[in-house]
């Protein structure tokens, strides 16, 4: 298979000139670590939820006055729709990244692709996940039992892993603090079957 066969192709993009505090926002509001940075619809760069808060931090920015054109890598890792899954592979593992941009030969952006999805996994699955916190209580009897925090209910992810990076992120969000210092442990259940039954 090859790129075209598995990329996503609705991808959250923003322009050179985006506020970095628009980016964080289109970031927590869809879920997502990594925004494409076009110019017109050609790719000039890529920014990561990574580099808002390192990059953007350690150069001083103000999120409502900087642009993600400041904190941007121009030195982008991508592929062609006809790529084979293979090199795509093989890409990610040379440079350490889960996901790539897919660009045309006029270097247009025309879909992502992810590690998740790389394998020729659908892009998306129908059926949620519940990414349960818990935390571990001790009775007066000394033993141990796990006490839920919070579920939270993810949609739209390829993979548990995926569901769960997403679920972090807005319990994380919510509490105002690292995960495991309001729970200890995770567990990822099946959430509801879809309306008009179950997914193949």
């Not at 593992?93 to 996994?121: K, N, Y």
């Not at 992810?157 to 995960?179: D, G, I, L, Y």
Request: hydrophobic share 35%; glycine share 8%; net charge negative.
């Amino acid at each position: 298979m090859n790129a075209e066969d598995v990329m996503t192709r609705e991808v959250h993009a923003v322009g050179p000139g985006t506020l970095l505090l628009e980016a964080a926002r289109l970031m927590a509001e869809h879920e997502i670590g990594f925004l494409p940075v076009i110019d017109g619809n050609v790719l000039v760069g890529v920014v990561t939820d990574r580099d808002l808060v390192v990059r953007g931090t350690a150069e001083g920015c103000l999120p409502a006055q900087a642009t993600v054109g400041h904190i941007m890598s121009i030195e982008i890792v991508c592929c062609f729709p006809h790529d084979s899954t293979e090199t795509i592979k093989r890409l990610m593992a040379e440079h350490g990244f889960s996901r790539l941009p897919v660009i045309d030969q006029q270097h247009a952006l025309v879909g992502l692709v992810s590690s998740s999805t790389v394998d020729g996994h659908p892009a998306g699955r129908k059926k949620g996940l519940n990414v349960k916190f818990q935390k571990e209580k001790t009775d007066s009897y000394g033993r141990t039992h796990k006490v839920p925090v919070k579920t939270v209910y993810i949609t739209g992810k390829a993979s548990k892993e995926e569901a769960v990076e997403a679920a972090v992120k807005r319990f994380e969000a919510e509490q105002k603090t690292s995960w495991d210092k309001a729970a200890d442990s995770i567990e990822v259940e099946d959430g509801p079957e879809p309306e008009g039954g179950k997914t193949s």
